[in-house]
């Protein structure tokens, strides 16, 4: 731990001043080696202490890189965006980081101009092309691919090498990319309310069942943690409606750099902002739950039915102690297993539904 603050002072005077030279250094001779074993140094220094297990990035900035290096097109912005996720993507590897979040196209990026959507498009196209190309190193590595957010607003296509995407990769478990995807956060919970309702219309739920675990489960990120750790480059200090409820609990680390040009030392002073900030972090959530565990039990009390209380008074006549309490925990236990089987029926129903909604677009590829 006493590294921590040497490590603090020195990885913010990196960023400012050498960076690009230490990039440089990498590219050749002797200076490239130390240069390695320094970084190898300040990741095991890192992994002595806390890693986060769940990292969102919103990678911005790729518009005014692309503007700042005078690039004759903006869709170049966006592709060197990507390399810079591959690279990142090792990195958090490296690091122990098992599950990535990215925010690579809002719902509100429609809105651009038809030029840039439609490169955005193609750029996806290819990009994902390209993964499906590479499945037998992705199988090797046990990744697992996810774009979460309204597939319906993507074009046929889109939706079809999506589709086949997540199917070929839904049973690896080893690192997970969750590719955010005309996605945001006041869609996903409109989306999930809704999913609730269908529930309740359906007779699959009853209003009391309704929680807010039971929300989660309709979320896109179901299958997901919270992320431990959020990122956002480009010196913007807000959300930009991506996990706005998985996010609650998040340490947040705003980053000056513009996307395309994150290094790996940026990932570094991120993961060490979380590791100074996780112990009181966590310390929050665990009151959080507390309370919501408490709130569930109190409610699972209101609903015992009105009969159980008659019958509790009538034991009650007959024996004060023994008979009352087992009648009242008898009505308590059974009005939970039912609330367990009517929620836990009701999430089968929704992944069946939407693995048949990817099996539509693409049938499953053979594992």
């Not at 999913?195 to 299958?223: H, M, N, R």
């Not at 609330?339 to 499953?364: A, T």
Request: proline fraction near 3%.
């Amino acid at each position: 731990s006493n590294a921590y603050p040497i490590m603090g002072n020195f990885i913010p005077a990196v960023q400012a001043s050498s960076v690009n030279n230490l990039i440089d250094e990498q590219r050749g001779g002797k200076k490239r080696t130390e240069t390695s074993y320094f970084r190898d140094f300040c990741r095991d220094v890192l992994k002595a202490g806390p890693i986060p297990r769940h990292v969102a990035i919103i990678m911005d900035g790729n518009r005014r890189f692309a503007q700042k290096m005078r690039l004759s097109k903006v869709a170049e912005g966006h592709a060197m965006g990507f390399e810079k996720l591959a690279e990142s993507l090792e990195w958090c590897y490296d690091l122990g980081i098992r599950e990535v979040t990215v925010y690579a196209f809002s719902i509100e990026n429609f809105k651009r101009s038809k030029e840039e959507v439609d490169g955005l498009m193609e750029l996806a196209r290819q990009k994902f092309t390209e993964l499906l190309e590479e499945r037998e190193l992705i199988q090797k590595h046990e990744v697992c691919i996810r774009i979460l957010g309204d597939l319906d607003l993507l074009p046929r296509d889109v939706q079809e090498i999506v589709a086949k995407t997540m199917n070929m990769t839904r049973n690896n478990r080893r690192a997970v990319l969750n590719v955010c995807f005309a996605y945001t956060s006041r869609h996903e919970i409109t989306h999930g309310v809704k999913q609730l309702a269908w529930g309740v219309e359906e007779g699959l739920l009853k209003p009391s069942d309704i929680t807010e675990s039971v929300l989660e489960q309709c979320f896109y990120t179901s299958k997901s943690s919270d992320p431990d750790l959020l990122i956002r480059t480009s010196g913007e200090v807000r959300l930009s409606d991506f996990l706005l409820w998985q996010s609650s609990f998040s340490c947040l680390s705003f980053l000056k750099t513009l996307w395309p040009e994150f290094s790996v030392w940026d990932l570094y002073f991120a993961v060490l902002t979380y590791q100074r900030n996780c112990s009181y972090i966590k310390a929050v959530k665990a009151a959080h739950n507390e309370k919501v565990s408490q709130q569930w039990l109190q409610s699972d009390e209101d609903c015992v039915p009105k009969q159980q209380s008659a019958l509790r008074d009538e034991l009650l006549l007959k024996d004060k102690k023994l008979q009352s309490g087992e009648g009242c925990l008898t009505g308590l236990e059974n009005d939970a297993a039912e609330h367990e089987g009517r929620c836990k029926r009701f999430v089968e129903v929704l992944q069946h539904r939407w693995q048949c909604f990817l099996d539509k677009l693409s049938p499953p590829l053979d594992q």
